[in-house]
């Protein structure tokens, strides 16, 4: 094993290796069903023996740090290893990267190309993070039984569906991921972003109409930015890049790792309850992890190699419960049978006058109201975004303080309370425009003031008089201590990660014009605004 092997080890409690040398192939040719050729690298197990087979599909290169730490890491822990580069990428053919375009297919040959090499045992397992997770689920309900173990990793079935809801753009995650992709293979591609290339995306952000934000990010249109932004999630132009509907036709085992604050959560934990409706039996690990976090990585690597591993191997892993989940609040691991868990009952916490939040409901408490403004929008602060940096949970106490988020407070919990599974709020509100968002995040609030975001969501609401609106929060695990406060934020934007509702009736893409809006916020006897909490 290499220093920086045995660096890794340590830093990411790795099991230890069992292979002392490994040796690389690199830029061998896989063809494409239609003769493209896409490249890929073979990471193996230097000496006599046989092992399986780790396959990992990537639109972002086969060297640097995703070589050394799927390739090499892995084949010091017998494996082959083999990173093939999407099409359009780092040497693949098939021109321009478009994203999740022909993965299945390419998938399909990849694994044939497998099968007809000397060194291949006849087992492999799929394996790796967000986009290199979604490319194990475009072949996993046809997939060949040479296939015996997956493990996505903080990713999702429709992959890019997850951010495209109805009136709504995840708009943080695309434009960055676009102005990433597009830019990765220049030279220098790294130092460029940090030395000016973020800034550049991040102004990029605030351009109208949303239909020109790849021009200012990149100096031209970005194919897969323009599609995300006029296709939404439920459009047919998505139905062969959409492979929710077939996960439980999935027979591969699957074990997820998952993380509470990644962008993906709710769309992996769909695609665990299909497979549990399905009859299959899936493993699902959800850590204090956001997106790119190295101990949600670390998980992924054990879970290869612990667990999929034996299985390809035809060995029986280890026992563990079905769900395994990280505990926020008392930061510990938890083992149950199923998600959500058995024995946890909604309870409602109302939004009361006077910024209080408690189990009763108000009287004839008059609304609190708030003005959103687009052209100096609420921010959006910590939670689940694509980047490390500000990701996570964060002190919120800064945006609390702006007059455009309310913010509801308990009192002081005289006990713990144990909150977990799948929290919703239910908002009466009304708006003085034909659109608006509404955000919804739960805090919690330690002694000494500090309020740190748990989980939240956003929807666009098209009001209709006093109406009735239904927020799904981000799942959830945790702990609120004895001597600390519960707190719910209100507001009307959380950007960049989601584009600003301008107020106005034109399509999301080509909205130009914002409008300031008034939000009323109810909370009496008849219009009972309430978060409801999953609690023991």
């Not at 695309?174 to 940090?194: D, N, P, V």
């Not at 993380?259 to 899936?282: E, H, M, N, S, T």
Request: proline share 8%.
């Amino acid at each position: 094993m290499t220093v920086t092997g045995w660096v890794a080890q340590r830093l990411l409690k790795l099991p230890p290796a069992t292979v002392p040398k490994v040796v690389v192939e690199r830029d061998l040719p896989v063809p494409a069903d239609d003769g493209v050729t896409l490249l890929a690298d073979h990471w193996a197990p230097a000496g006599p023996g046989t092992f399986p087979t780790a396959l990992v599909r990537s639109p972002y290169g086969r060297g640097g740090p995703l070589g050394w730490m799927m390739g090499r890491l892995l084949a010091e822990r017998g494996f082959h290893v083999v990173i093939v580069s999407c099409r359009g990428t780092f040497g693949s053919g098939g021109g321009e990267f478009r994203a999740m375009r022909q993965e299945r297919a390419d998938g399909h040959a990849a694994l044939r190309w497998l099968a007809e090499q000397p060194w291949f045992d006849g087992s492999v397992v799929l394996t790796g993070a967000s986009y290199l997770g979604y490319t194990q689920w475009v072949v996993a309900a046809d997939a060949p039984v040479q296939v015996k173990a997956m493990i996505p990793h903080v990713t999702s079935s429709r992959l890019a569906m997850a951010f495209l809801r109805p009136g709504r753009i995840e708009l943080e995650t695309l434009l960055s991921w676009s102005a990433m992709t597009a830019t990765q293979e220049q030279r220098f591609a790294g130092l460029r972003r940090l030395l000016g290339g973020r800034k550049r995306v991040e102004a990029a952000m605030r351009t109208l109409p949303l239909a020109n934000g790849d021009q200012a990010a990149l100096g031209r249109e970005w194919p897969f930015y323009q599609e995300c932004l006029h296709h939404d999630q439920d459009d047919p132009y998505w139905k062969d890049e959409d492979f929710s509907a077939i996960v439980g036709d999935v027979k591969v085992p699957v074990s997820s790792i998952a993380g509470w604050y990644d962008i993906f959560l709710a769309d992996q934990l769909r695609d665990y309850k299909a497979l549990v409706a399905a009859g299959r039996p899936p493993r699902l690990t959800i850590g204090p992890w956001y997106h790119s976090h190295p101990q949600g990585l670390a998980a992924s690597l054990w879970e290869t190699v612990r667990w999929a591993g034996p299985l390809a191997r035809g060995d029986k892993p280890g026992y563990r419960a079905p769900v395994r989940l990280f505990v926020m609040g008392v930061k510990e691991w938890r083992e149950f049978d199923q998600w959500p868990p058995a024995g946890y009952s909604p309870q409602r916490w109302h939004l009361l006058s006077g910024n209080a939040l408690g189990p009763t409901p108000g009287g004839f408490d008059v609304p609190t109201s708030f003005t959103y403004d687009p052209a100096d929008p609420t921010p959006s602060v910590g939670g689940a975004k694509l980047e490390a940096r500000g990701a996570g949970p964060v002190d919120n106490r800064a945006v609390e303080a702006r007059s455009d988020v309310l913010t509801f407070t308990s009192d002081v919990l005289a006990a713990d309370l144990e909150v977990i599974g799948e929290v919703s709020a239910e908002v009466w509100l009304r708006a003085d425009r034909p659109a608006c968002d509404l955000f919804v995040r739960l805090c919690d609030v330690d002694q000494r003031g500090r309020s740190i975001n748990i989980c939240d969501d956003l929807v666009k609401v098209r009001p209709d008089g006093i109406t009735q609106v239904t927020v799904d929060l981000s799942p959830t695990a945790h702990v609120f201590r004895r001597g600390h406060r519960l707190r719910v934020q209100v507001s009307a934007a959380a950007f960049p990660r989601f584009a600003r509702n301008l107020g106005g009736d034109d399509p999301v893409p080509t909205a130009s014009t914002p409008w300031k809006t008034t939000v009323e916020v109810f909370h009496d006897a008849g219009h009972p605004s309430a978060i409801l909490l999953p609690v023991k």
